[in-house]
């Protein structure tokens, strides 16, 4: 994790991240780097982390080498799925070439233990969904490779606050 993480002066209403969490190796780099973002959100009731990430709450059937292809899109996981396994995710162009990364699985036990240690108060799995060329993507859907997260310092959720504001 760098270092310019650690100026504690730098506070946001809001921290998006796209996979950052996937490449933490152990649970003390998974606990800090929840630590590092609780840190640097503002104190305020509109204060949220939001990440995307591989669809942990899918089990091995998100982690299916063959199920994503024909989106341009592969992974090979470790098993036993542990804790800690390894996944290579490779991305396939129309040129033939290719893009290859290591990430690791932790459970979403594992995800949510780190972020109540973080301080955060509230923490929602939030399927993802699309309006656009369903049908092309409705076996996608069925077991999206991806799940989002929204967590909270404070106890309600954004929905909640949204409603307190219509």
């Not at 996937?22 to 609780?38: L, V």
């Not at 996944?87 to 594992?110: A, G, L, R």
Request: proline share 3%.
């Amino acid at each position: 994790m760098c270092n310019i993480w650690s100026d504690q002066r730098k506070k946001f209403d809001f921290v998006v991240a796209f996979y950052l969490l996937n490449y933490a190796k152990t649970r003390e780099e998974h606990d800090r780097m929840a630590q590092i973002i609780g840190e640097h959100l503002a104190g305020s009731d509109k204060a949220y982390f939001l990440r995307i990430i591989g669809n942990v709450c899918a089990g091995e059937s998100a982690l299916d080498p063959d199920r994503y292809c024909k989106y341009s899109y592969r992974c090979e996981a470790e098993t036993p799925l542990v804790d800690g396994a390894k996944i290579k995710n490779k991305h396939f162009n129309p040129d033939s070439t290719s893009c290859s990364y290591i990430t690791y699985y932790f459970s979403s036990s594992f995800y949510e233990e780190a972020f109540q240690k973080a301080d955060f108060k509230y923490f929602e799995w939030v399927p993802v969904e699309t309006a656009y060329e369903l049908q092309k993507y409705e076996d996608l859907l069925k077991c999206a490779p991806v799940i989002d997260i929204l967590a909270h310092k404070q106890t309600s959720s954004l929905k909640q606050q949204l409603l307190r504001y219509n």
